[in-house]
């Protein structure tokens, strides 16, 4: 059985946030609203949650998932080194469309893929999103969508794809738009453009001037 909840609804959107973060503590998944598309996520230190986000899209591990946060400060837990480049980043972008890939702390117990020893993370600019962050923690969370597919821009067209394999549905209406997160790579000391989407190149080379664009 599907389970929705109305975002916009006062008591739905506290039962549903409720539902949500149980869920996701249990490593059940949830589809959440974004500042970009609506994602599909679990708790990222559940020991099965984030292999049933990866069955749930028919996606394999060499596509590792990454991780939404609910606050700038979650960096210093996560990455194994914060440089200046990497903090100016995250307060110029966080929380927005800015995914940031670094070196991840190796005492981290997760399953997030075949990672190599990295994480991508990046904090959306939504209230539901971050209200969800700020109860269950890191989520390990990709777009609601299966692989190859477009990825949802409204709760219905998550459901439609997704189906029964998500535990609790957040509907927070249509997202802004349909283009996924620019991310930059800053893990192995230079800092390089794997992905242009919802911020411009142009305001990246604000903050880094030099950055390498990947072909």
């Known amino acids: 059985m599907i389970r929705k909840f109305s975002m916009n609804n006062e008591m739905e959107r506290k039962d549903g946030i409720t539902a949500a973060v149980a869920a996701a503590k249990r490593g059940d998944l949830v589809v959440l609203p974004t500042d970009t598309v609506y994602g599909l996520g679990t708790d990222a230190f559940s020991q099965t949650g984030p292999q049933k986000l990866l069955a749930a899209k028919g996606r394999d591990r060499n596509m590792p998932i990454p991780v939404l946060v609910g606050h700038v400060k979650a960096l210093d837990g996560l990455a194994q080194r914060v440089d200046g480049i990497t903090k100016a980043l995250a307060e110029a972008f966080w929380p927005g469309a800015l995914t940031i890939v670094v070196k991840a702390q190796p ?19 939504n209230p539901i999103a971050i209200e969800l962050l700020n109860a269950v923690g890191p989520m390990a969370v990709s777009s609601a969508n299966k692989t190859g597919q477009p990825a949802a821009t409204n709760v219905d067209e998550a459901i439609a794809q997704l189906g029964e394999d998500v535990t609790i549905y957040l509907d927070g209406g249509q997202t802004p738009g349909n283009v996924a997160s620019t991310i930059v790579d800053v893990s192995s000391g230079e800092i390089k453009l794997l992905r242009q989407g919802a911020i411009p190149l142009e305001e990246i080379r604000l903050i880094v001037p030099n950055i390498e664009v990947l072909p």
């Open 107 to 125: 005492t981290l117990r997760w399953d997030l893929g075949e990672t190599n020893q990295t994480v991508a993370l990046r904090m959306p600019l």
